[in-house]
């Protein structure tokens, strides 16, 4: 049986970092101590609170594949915006809920969560809009691992914040009723964030964030009519475990993705 791990560090009243996974019993005790050491050395800054969260799934994880994986190359932020909004247009997610996500993403209130906006109305609909909901109880099998970070290699980025970015963006894209999710990383050096969806797969877009920049954030955007407390017991209670990679893409045009988005 596995064990989900989730570790967050704030200082006062703000989020500093936070990361969780599924382990198998035998390794709990190095990955906690590897994530009390990841919280103490963010970019972010120092947090004076760390808690770490350690607890057996009642449950077997639902086996899902990982997402394929993306990468356009936006030249700056302006362009990396224009995509952004050009491809939740494709997947339909109005002008409306584009501008919702934007204005949460670029606050300097950074939450610890996800906000939940609905994709036409653009109305934000998560339950607590301080904290957000957490993506939690989601995890890649160990013997994946080498594999996925030797794909990952090709790119100049951190193959721990894209390797885990993806595995969330999988569960998340699994999810009934998300039809996109846009994610924006609230670490001031970390200037690359990405689009998913279970129709496009994980794209990342670089030069979304200007560096030295301290906001983030996460939307998922959901359909009209769902109800909200499905999509939250979703994402944070049903564990989700992916057994199977998918393909890294080479790098390829904006315009040229936004035309193969099929409507
Ligand atoms: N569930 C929901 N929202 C979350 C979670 C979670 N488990 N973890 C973080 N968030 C929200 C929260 O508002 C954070 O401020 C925001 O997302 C960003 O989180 O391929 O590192 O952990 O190169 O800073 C993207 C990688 C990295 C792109 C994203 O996010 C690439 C990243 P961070
Ligand atoms: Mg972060």
Not at 74 to 94: H, I, K, Q
Request: hydrophobic share 40%; glycine share 6%.
């Amino acid at each position: 049986m596995y064990w989900n791990i989730r570790m967050r560090a704030s200082e006062g009243e703000m989020h500093i970092s936070g990361a969780e996974g599924l382990y198998p019993g035998d390794e709990l005790q190095d990955t906690v101590a590897a994530y009390v050491q990841r919280a103490l050395h963010h970019d972010r800054g120092e947090p004076d609170r760390v808690v770490v969260t350690v607890e057996r799934l009642e449950e077997e994880p639902q086996l899902i594949e990982m997402q394929p994986v993306y990468t356009v190359n936006t030249r700056d932020y302006s362009e990396a915006w224009r995509f952004v909004e050009e491809g939740l247009n494709c997947l339909d997610v109005s002008g409306k809920a584009f501008n919702t996500a934007r204005s949460i993403i670029e606050s300097p209130d950074v939450m610890r969560g996800a906000a939940i906006v609905r994709a036409v109305s653009g109305v934000r609909a998560e339950p607590d809009r301080v904290r957000g909901v957490r993506a939690t109880r989601l995890g890649i099998m160990p013997a994946l691992l080498p594999a996925l970070y030797e794909s990952l290699n090709r790119f100049d980025a951190d193959r721990t914040v894209v390797s885990e970015a993806v595995v969330l963006a999988s569960k998340v894209a699994s999810s009934p009723h998300i039809v996109a999710e846009l994610c924006v990383s609230d670490d001031p050096f970390y200037t690359t964030g990405y689009l998913s969806s279970e129709n496009t797969g994980y794209v990342r877009v670089p030069h979304i964030k200007e560096k030295d920049m301290m906001n983030g954030g996460r939307v998922f955007f959901v359909t009209e009519e769902c109800a909200v407390g499905d999509v939250v017991r979703y994402l944070e209670e049903t564990p989700v475990m992916i057994t199977k990679l998918s393909d890294i893409h080479d790098i390829i045009n904006p315009d040229e993705f936004i035309c193969s988005i099929n409507r």
